[in-house]
C-alpha cells in the first residue's frame, strides 16, 4: 500500500465515496429490474383476461384510447381495463399486447435472479461503507474495499482512484489475497522475502498468524478487526491455505501453528522468512479438497 502524503481520512473519504457510487448503481439496477417484473405482472394480467378483451377489441373501433371488458370468471362482473393507441386498430394492439407479455414471461426467471444479484449487492456494499467508517487504519480499509469489489465487481470495477491504496503501475503486493465463502479475507505470501513484508509490516498485531508447522511454506495472515475472534470456519480456511502453500501440499493430514501476530518475531540476522513463535497454538488439520478447490478460486485479482 502506497499512501505517502495521505492521510487516514483522506483514504477513508475516497474509498467510501467509491462504494458509495457503487451502492448507488446497485439500488439503481435493482430498481430497474423491479420495473421490469411490474412490466412481467401486467402482461400477465393481461393475458390471463385474453378472453374478455378479445371480444371486447372486436367491438371497439379506431380511435378508442381505452379497452374495456367483463370479466365473469369469479361469478360477478369485474371491469377488465387496457389503455390503447387511438391510432391503431384495437385488435392489432391487443395482439400486440399478448406477445409481449409471452415474450416478457419468458424472461422471468432471469429478472429474478439480477434483483436478487442486485439487491445482495447493495445490502454487502452498504455494510461495506459501515466498515470503511469504522476502520482503524488503511489495512482495514483496504480489506473493506476488496470485499466491495468481490461483492459486486460490475459496480465497483477496479480503478485507481482512492489515495492510501495500491495502484495499477505500483509493485504487486507482498502478498496474494483470497476472500473465503463468508466474505472474509485471508493474505498468504508470496515468497520467503515477502513472507517477511507480509507478516512484519502489513499484518497488525491483532491479526492471526498462520504457518505450516514444521516445514517450509507461506506466512499466512487473517485481518481481523481488534475486537473479533476468529470464527473457526475462517480458521479452517486460513488453515487449508497455509498448508496448500507450504511443503506439505498434499499431505491429507497437517499440522498448523497459529499465534496473534504480535507473538511472531524476527531473530536477528535469521533468513528471510525464518520467525520464532511465542504461545503458539497447533491446529490439525483435516484437508478437505472440494474447500481447498473453492478458496483457490476465489483468490482476488489486483489487475495485473
Known sequence: M????????????????DVRSAHKRAVRRARAVMGDLAKIAEGR????????LVAAASKAKRGSTIL????WSSGEAAIVRVALDPSKPPREQLDAMFRDAKRRAGGQAIALVRQGEAESASRALAAVMVEIETALDEVAIEAAVERARIASPR???RRATTPGLRRRDEPLPPHRT????????????????HNDALTFQIARPHHLWLHARGVPGAHVVVPLAKSRSCPADLLIDAAHLAAHFSDARGEPVVEITTAPRKWVRKPRGAAPGAVVIEREKVVTLR??????????????SLGK
Request: hydrophobic letters at 50%; proline letters at 3%; aromatic letters at 4%.
Open 155 to 157: 459496480d465497483m470495477p
Open 45 to 52: 394480467a393481461i393475458a390471463a383476461n385474453a378472453a374478455w
Open 287 to 300: 484437508l478437505e479438497p472440494e474447500r481447498l478447490k473453492a478458496l483457490l478460486s476465489r483468490e482476488v
Open 68 to 71: 374495456e371488458g367483463t370479466d
Open 2 to 17: 502506497s499512501n505517502i502524503g495521505v492521510s487516514l481520512e483522506e483514504t477513508r473519504a475516497a474509498a467510501l465515496a
Open 178 to 193: 483470497f476472500t473465503t465463502l463468508g466474505n472474509d479475507l485471508v493474505f498468504v505470501g508470496r515468497g520467503a522475502a
